[in-house]
């Protein structure tokens, strides 16, 4: 704060104070100067007097030796002259005999002068005016001469006032000097004491400042037991209260806002008139947008999708929760959303809930089509092996030709229904996770190796070529070489299954910063676009007129075992031109 703003407690205090002060002063001083020049005036006038009546009694002692006039006049003029001041010799009746400053014969009869009056019938007398023969202020005091109880005539002693008032004023000075320095410490004493008041109330302003520009830290020294010094106390209790209720506060905040950071399920809030007042991560994502873009928005230009809008509407105005589900951007998310309004705890404001359930919906659609399929799968060798004991029953059997080939038949359908079974139980035996992986470091050239001998035989008789790519020098992965084994021979089998004669199948692998990336190309007739994500569900097959006579579980069990191991596998594909299957495996450490 200014140091002279005179609004401030400060000067409020000490103005009053200064002003009162100064007219106490102001008093003093007139009274004083006026009291001081009354004493100095009587203290002339009784030393004036008493010198009178020295020279009372010189002058009748020298009048009795009756003096010539010059004689009187020498007297009058070297007393005056020795005392500084104007004496004047003057008869009875009245006529100045004598004067130590002006020759007598030009001065008037001073009977009537009030000193002498006063002198006359009082025994002294005093009179301070203008001289008519000097022409200055002036001081009289006069005594009568008396000779026994006869007045032969008066003396009179004449100082100038100037005189008089050159002395009270240099006392007036002195006095107002005095004074003035005792104002002056008074005003510093005072400003020291209002200091030391208004301080802790600065102190609290520029405290209270910093507390309302969210410094809360600000902590005040206690200043004492006074009014200011409880104010202090009650500040930094106010402070420490507001410290602890805003550190809970923002605890509570960011509980919520982790949760609602961390929730795989889209949040929104809308305020009363459908605009967003705040979107999480989770519905970030679903809609494409950034919360501090769409904050304030309306929830149609948000979320773009008429129903959604519609929801919130009917929830606002019914008060009751509501859900939809839809579909929504290209890549169809299919999304059930649920409005709930927020009630007391934010009046108007309703929460929009999504959870994306394409996942969801798909394993549904997995299910049910694996249920179809594997009803399909087994339905055809059953159907096939009806109508083949039905044709025995009818009489093939009389013919042993024809019998054993049925029989031959009937046995291949049987092969198929057991391998259906065989893969679909070590599916299940995987899935399960019974059957723990027994993991060891492994080469993976050796693991090619072991998988390339067994198919070797067939990949000959379809006209194939082999060929081993894998570097012998790779590090080991942790892996359970049998299963691995299977995984490549189920790629190995397909492989050769889809290329057709004269085409090479190479198998490879290589590091990739901590795994190993195996990889088998083919080149054969490669596999459709679309259905190349689904290759790796049971028993999704392709192309089913050129799939032969695979169950669709090979991929499946190849992908839990490399998963089981901690891998991903995958597939690259140009159809007409051949595919590449990879998988991953950790190195070992
Ligand atoms: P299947 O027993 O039918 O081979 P898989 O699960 O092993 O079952 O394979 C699923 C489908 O993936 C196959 O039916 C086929 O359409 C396709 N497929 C797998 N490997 C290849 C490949 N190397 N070339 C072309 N298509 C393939």
């Given at each position: 704060m200014n140091f002279f703003d005179l609004k401030s407690i400060r000067w409020r205090i000490a103005l009053p104070q200064l002003g009162l002060f100064l007219l106490i002063l102001l008093g003093l001083l007139l009274y004083l100067s006026g009291f001081l020049r009354g004493i100095y005036l009587d203290t002339l006038k009784s030393r004036l007097e008493a010198e009178c009546r020295l020279l009372a009694t010189e002058t009748l002692q020298m009048e009795q030796s009756s003096p010539s006039p010059e004689a009187i006049g020498q007297y009058a003029h070297s007393t005056g002259v020795s005392l500084g001041l104007r004496f004047t010799i003057i008869a009875i009746d009245g006529k100045v005999l004598a004067d130590s400053e002006v020759d007598p014969t030009t001065m008037e009869n001073h009977l009537t002068r009030p000193e002498v009056q006063q002198a006359l019938s009082q025994g002294s007398g005093s009179s301070a005016r203008k001289s008519a023969t000097t022409g200055i202020n002036t001081l009289y005091v006069a005594v009568p001469v008396r000779s026994g109880t006869q007045t032969t005539g008066i003396v009179r002693l004449a100082v100038p006032l100037a005189d008089v008032d050159a002395v009270v004023a240099r006392l007036q000075t002195t006095l107002s000097i005095a004074l003035g320095i005792a104002a002056l410490l008074s005003l510093v004493l005072s400003f020291l004491a209002i200091r030391s008041t208004t301080q802790p109330l600065e102190d609290l302003t520029d405290a209270a400042r910093q507390v309302s520009a969210g410094n809360l830290h600000v902590t005040l020294l206690p200043t004492g037991g006074d009014e200011a010094g409880q104010l202090t106390d009650a500040f930094n209790t106010m402070t420490e209260q507001l410290r602890s209720q805003l550190d809970a506060l923002r605890g509570e905040r960011e509980k919520l806002s982790a949760v609602l950071s961390r929730m795989s399920d889209g949040v929104a809030i809308l305020d009363d008139q459908g605009r967003v007042t705040m979107l999480n991560p989770a519905a970030e994502r679903i809609f494409g947008q950034r919360e501090t873009q769409v904050l304030g928005h309306s929830a149609a230009e948000v979320f773009r999708h008429h129903q959604l809008f519609d929801l919130w509407r009917e929830c606002f105005e019914s008060g009751k929760p509501n859900a939809v589900t839809i579909e929504i951007g290209l890549e169809r998310t299919f999304l059930q959303a649920v409005a709930t309004p927020l009630g007391k705890s934010l009046p108007g404001s309703t929460l929009l809930l999504f959870q994306d359930l394409t996942r969801l919906r798909r394993l549904e659609t997995v299910r049910s089509d694996f249920i179809a399929n594997i009803s399909h799968e087994l339905r055809t060798p059953l159907a096939s092996l009806q109508a083949l004991s039905e044709t025995l029953q009818e009489g093939a059997l009389e013919d042993p030709s024809a019998g054993r080939r049925f029989l031959d038949q009937m046995q291949k359908e049987i092969d198929t229904i057991n391998q259906i079974i065989r893969e679909l139980l070590e599916l299940s035996t995987i899935e399960s996770g019974k059957v723990p992986l027994t993991v060891q470091p492994v080469q993976p050239a050796s693991l090619w190796a072991g998988s390339l001998m067994r198919m070797q035989l067939q990949a000959e008789r379809n006209g194939l070529q082999l060929a081993n790519l894998c570097p012998e020098n790779l590090p080991p992965v942790s892996a359970d070489a049998p299963r691995i084994e299977q995984v490549m021979i189920n790629l190995l089998h397909n492989a050769i299954k889809f290329t057709p004669r004269g085409g090479t199948i190479t198998v490879s692998a290589e590091v990739r910063a901590v795994e190993v990336v195996f990889s088998i190309q083919d080149t054969g007739m490669g596999i459709p676009a679309e259905d190349l994500p689904r290759?790796?569900?049971?028993?999704?097959?392709?192309?089913r007129s050129r799939s032969?006579?695979?169950?669709?579980?090979g991929l499946a069990i190849a992908r839990h075992i490399v998963e089981t191991h901690g891998g991903r596998i995958w597939a690259e594909s140009t159809e007409g031109k051949g595919s590449t299957f990879f998988f991953t495996l950790p190195v070992s450490t």
């Open positions: 290759i790796f569900e049971r028993f999704y097959k392709a192309d032969g006579g695979g169950t669709g579980l």
